[in-house]
């Protein structure tokens, strides 16, 4: 099976130190959706949380002695699929944003972990119950 998937927009943000996790950051910047998608984002308001999908496009590409990794704030190694770390089978990404504006296709975002540039792949409502 092969899937396929394209961004639907692109994260930019002017920060050079990226928070390894975004439930540790304070830092902000801009998910641009392509314009074809703005509709899309009607409800989106700013306070709510958002579940961003990305792709982890600077990731090297990942071989069979990554399935074990140190993250750092644990010090010890760990199965890949209990990190968050990027380096992965398949390069994705998730992060919980709290939305700090919308205008059309731009939303401001705050508590990101992406690097400028980052493709964003979806973007779903985070729901708590």
Request: overall charge neutral; charged content about 20%.
């Given at each position: 099976?092969?899937?396929?998937?394209?961004?639907?927009?692109?994260f930019?943000?002017?920060?050079?130190?990226?928070?390894?996790?975004?439930?540790?950051?304070?830092?902000?910047?801009?998910?641009?959706?392509?314009?074809?998608?703005?509709?899309?984002?009607?409800?989106?308001?700013?306070?709510?949380?958002?579940?961003?999908?990305?792709?982890?496009?600077?990731?090297?590409?990942f071989?069979?002695?990554?399935?074990?990794?140190?993250?750092?704030?644990?010090?010890?190694?760990?199965?890949?699929?209990?990190?968050?770390?990027?380096?992965?089978?398949?390069?994705?990404?998730?992060?919980?944003?709290?939305?700090?504006?919308?205008?059309?296709?731009?939303?401001?975002?705050?508590?990101?972990?992406?690097?400028?540039?980052?493709?964003?792949?979806?973007?779903?409502?985070?729901?708590?119950?």
């Amino acid at each position: 099976m092969k899937i396929t998937m394209a961004p639907i927009g692109y994260f930019y943000t002017d920060e050079t130190e990226i928070p390894r996790h975004w439930s540790i950051s304070d830092e902000k910047g801009q998910i641009v959706i392509d314009p074809q998608y703005t509709e899309g984002l009607t409800h989106i308001r700013a306070g709510q949380q958002i579940v961003v999908i990305f792709c982890c496009h600077k990731s090297g590409p990942f071989t069979s002695d990554l399935l074990m990794q140190t993250p750092p704030h644990k010090g010890r190694k760990t199965g890949v699929f209990s990190t968050c770390s990027p380096r992965r089978p398949n390069p994705i990404g998730l992060s919980v944003l709290t939305v700090t504006a919308v205008n059309a296709n731009v939303i401001d975002v705050s508590r990101i972990d992406m690097v400028n540039g980052t493709p964003i792949l979806d973007i779903k409502p985070h729901i708590v119950s």
